[in-house]
C-alpha cells in the first residue's frame, strides 16, 4: 500500500517549510528511518526519515519549494505498485474515517515582489567560504534555485558577461568601458547604446574625470531566522511589563576558579570550561532558591517549573537562536561545559532538533567575548526571566586596605514585572551576585 509524505510540524508556532534537498530519487530504494529529505523552517535545519520502506514513486514537491504543514511532499509506493499521481499543493486527508473534500480550485500565486534568490543550505555555506556574493550567482536549479554548482562556477569563473546589445558592446570595447560598471534600461536590464554613452558622458569611464557610478546597496532578504527573531523581539516588547536591574560585581575568585579547572583538565579535550558553563551552573542553583523566576506566563496562569531548562544565546550569521540545556540545575559544571559546547556546535552547523531548541524556562545571554560591559536583554516569551552577561575587565581596586587589581562584571537581569516584583526579581539578581563573587557558595 502506497505511503504519503507530509510536510512535518515541529513545534506549535511552525505553519510551514522548505524543502532544501532530497537525498533520494524517484526509483530509489528507501528504508523506514532513513534519510529522505531535508526541511529548513524559521529556527532549524532538519532531515526528515522515510515513514516507510519502499520504492520512492514521485517527488511531488521539488527542492526549494516553500509549503504548508500537511502538504504533500512524496508518495512511497511497494514494489510493483503504482499508485496515483499526486498533485501539487495536496494535503493529506485528515483522519476522520470519511473521504477528504476535493481542493478548491486556487488562483496561481503572485509573483513576489523582492530580489532574493531561493538558494540550498548547501551553496549558501560554500558561498561563505568562497567569499562569492550570493547576490550574483545566476541558479540552474528548480525554479531558479542557486546549486553549489553554481557557486562553484561562479568563483571559479567569476560574474557572467553583462547582457548587452552588440552596438552596446561594440561601443564600449573601442571606448575601454567595463560593462560591469554600467547600469542597462533595456529589456530586462540589457545594456543599450544609449546606457554607455550616458555612461561615457558622465565622466566614469577608465582614464576619464568625474564621478564614479552610484553605488548599489546590498540587498539582505527580511525572512526566516532573521525575520523570526524580529516577530519575537517585537512580540515581546509588546506583551510583557519589562524591567532590567543592573549590578556589577568582583569576579575575580570565579576567574580563578576557571583557570585552575582549564589547568586541571588541560588534557582532556571535551573539557573546556568557560565563564558562560559557571553562569549556567550557579544561575540554575540560584533559580531553584528563587522558583517565581523560573516560571512562564502562560494564559491566566503562572507556571513554576521545578526543573531548570537553561536557554543559551547563541549568534549565527543569519540571526539568534536559542538551544536549550535541560535539567541544569541536576548536572554537575563539568557536564554543563560538555553538553553547552555540543549545544553551540550544532547551532553553527544547522543541526539542532527541535526539542533542543523548546521547553526552556530561563535563558542567559553572554556578550563576554566583546568590549561590551552590559546590556538590556530583551525577554523569551513565556519566559519570566534574562540575565545579560558583560565582559569581564581588569580594574585597580581597594581590598582589605590595600590596592589591588581584581576583575569585574556588569550582570543585567530583564524581568517582567506582570509576574514578579521587583524586590523578588532584585533578591534573585543579588544571589547571582553572591555566587558569582564565592562561587564555594553555590554548592551548599
Known sequence: MSVEVTMPKWGLTME????????????????????????????????????????LHQIVVAEGSKVPVGTVLAVLAEPGETPAKVEAGAAAPAETGEPAP???????????????????????????????????????????RITEKDVQKFHEQGPPEPKATPLAKQIAQDNGVDLNLVSGTGENGKITKEDVERFMAGGSAPGAAGSAAPSVPEKIPFSGMRKAVAENMMASLK???????????????????????????????????????????????????????????????????????????????????????????????????????????KARKGRLEVDQVTGGTFTISNTSMYKVDGFTPILRPPETGILGVGRVKDRLAMKNGEVTERKYMTISLTYDHQVVDGAPAHAFLETVALYLENPSLALL
Not at 522548505?18 to 529556527?43: M, R, Y
Not at 532574493?116 to 548547501?122: D, G, L, M
Request: charged share 30%.
Open 239 to 345: 506583551n510583557a511589563a519589562q524591567l532590567t536591574a543592573f549590578v556589577e560585581i568582583d569576579v575575580t575568585r570565579m576567574a580563578a576558579m576557571r583557570d585552575q579547572i582549564r589547568e586541571e583538565f588541560k588534557r582532556d579535550e571535551s573539557v573546556k570550561v568557560s565563564y558562560n558553563d559557571i553562569l549556567i551552573c550557579i544561575v540554575a542553583r540560584a533559580l531553584k532558591r528563587h522558583p517565581i523566576m523560573n516560571s512562564t506566563l502562560v494564559g491566566e496562569e503562572i507556571l513554576l517549573h521545578p526543573d531548570v531548562h537553561m536557554g543559551i544565546a547563541v549568534a549565527l550569521p543569519e540571526g539568534l537562536i536559542v538551544p536549550v540545556l535541560k535539567d541544569a540545575d541536576k548536572k554537575g559544571l563539568l557536564q554543563i561545559a560538555r553538553e553547552a559546547r555540543e549545544l553551540a556546535t
Open 102 to 144: 476535493a481542493p478548491a480550485a486556487q488562483k496561481p500565486a503572485a509573483k513576489p515582489k523582492s530580489d532574493f534568490k531561493p538558494c540550498s543550505p548547501a551553496a549558501r555555506r560554500l558561498a561563505k567560504e568562497l567569499g562569492v556574493d550570493i547576490s550574483l550567482v545566476e541558479g540552474t536549479g528548480p525554479n531558479g
Open 16 to 55: 510551514e517549510g522548505i524543502v532544501s534537498k532530497w537525498f533520494k530519487q524517484p526509483g530509489d530504494a528507501v528504508e523506514k528511518g532513513e534519510p529522505l529529505f531535508e526541511v529548513e523552517t524559521e529556527k532549524i535545519t532538519n532531515q526528515v526519515e522515510s515513514p516507510a520502506s519502499g520504492i
